[in-house]
């Protein structure tokens, strides 16, 4: 197989009956063996039953008009036991892909499958880079979204020291030798754009024209982006860890300058101080600092304890698979 697709799925079922057919078109003009792989994520509505329906359609359609040549296009469909989150989709789909050139899309159209086979043309026609990844020409995004994901990309360039494409998405192509990185890499806290930036080769960055989104909403809310967040900065970074030490510095420099201050109403201007107050001060910085540094500590310990089970990253109920004829 020359080129796969993976296309991780939660509940896309109106968006999935037009990327499919569009997908479809673009790669039978293709000329390459293609494969499109498809991982439903625990989707509560009739996603995995869409896609069947439009693979056994296209069975339909070519079964009477094969090629000399045989049928260029396969198809794998995978079904988790329930939502385990965009990332093990993505590396499910990494382990069952089979072609020497991979990509990622989502399946809402906002990302054009046109686009997709443009990022394979490129990989394919310049043996210099590994990578190409995929920038949206203009973000269709709220100014305080847009404002937070610039802030969080140079932050956490300086708290990783990774070269993250800023503005770079999961929407990429690369090579067999990237994702034989990627799957090296089995931690249950993913966080893609991080490990693209880790894993290293040379990466070129296309612009593309982003699309609205055919059907239904958003599942990124802001909430779940500040966890993303989270997930990707404790993940390639030690440096809240290093924060709470700064922090706990600060604390009991700032505690010290108060009873300085108190005692210099005592000296100097005679102004009486109380036992109570000095303890107050004390115990209510003291116990920020222990709480701020435990709680830090704890997110990594807890973290490692969950690695430490060896649990798989995503549990399959179904699947099955049509190979290139």
């Known amino acids: 197989m020359d080129f796969s697709l993976i296309v991780p799925c939660f509940n896309e079922e109106e968006n999935l009956r037009v990327f499919i057919p569009t997908a479809i078109s ?4 293709l000329d390459a063996m293609c494969e499109l792989v498809f ?3 625990g989707s509560s509505d009739a996603t995995y039953q869409v896609i069947q329906d439009q693979i056994e359609a296209y069975e339909k ?5 094969q090629k000399e040549d ?3 296009l396969a198809f794998q469909v995978v079904g988790f036991s329930r939502n385990f989150g965009k990332e093990a989709a993505m590396y499910a789909g990494l382990e069952r892909a089979t072609g020497d050139v991979l990509g990622f899309i989502d399946a809402d159209m906002q990302q054009d499958p046109a686009v997709a086979v443009r990022m394979f ?7 210099s880079y590994d990578c190409v990844a995929a920038v949206q020409e203009q973000r269709r995004e709220s100014l305080p979204m847009r404002a937070f994901k610039r802030v969080f990309y140079r932050m956490f360039r300086d708290m990783s020291d990774l070269d993250v494409v800023e503005g770079a998405s999961d929407f990429r192509v690369f090579t067999r030798q990237v994702a034989a ?18 894993v290293g080769f040379n990466t070129r960055v296309i612009t593309y024209q982003v699309h609205d989104r055919y059907a239904g909403e958003s599942k990124w809310t ?11 900065v404790v993940a390639f970074s030690t440096w809240p860890l290093r924060a709470a030490m700064v922090l706990g510095v600060i604390l009991a420099l700032l505690a010290l300058v108060l009873f300085g201050i108190d005692v210099f109403d005592n000296v100097v201007l005679h102004d009486g101080v109380s036992t109570e107050r000095i303890l107050v001060y004390v115990v209510l910085l003291m116990s920020g600092i222990q709480m701020v540094v435990l709680g830090v500590f704890g997110e990594y310990l807890a973290r490692a304890y969950i690695e430490s089970k060896h649990r798989p990253l995503y549990i399959v109920r179904r699947s099955y698979q049509i190979p290139s004829r």
Do not use: C, N
Not at 121 to 127: A, F, G, I, Y
Not at 182 to 195: A, D, P, T, W, Y
């Open 39 to 41: 991982v439903d994520d």
């Open 222 to 232: 802001m909430r779940s982006l500040l966890g993303y967040a989270w997930t990707g």
């Open 121 to 127: 043309r490129l990989l394919r026609d310049d043996p």
């Open 70 to 72: 045989g049928r260029r």
């Open 181 to 198: 990185a990627l799957l090296s890499m089995r931690e249950h806290f993913r966080f893609s754009k991080g490990m693209f930036s880790w």
């Open 26 to 29: 673009y790669f039978e003009a």
């Open 61 to 65: 359609r070519t079964e009477s008009a």
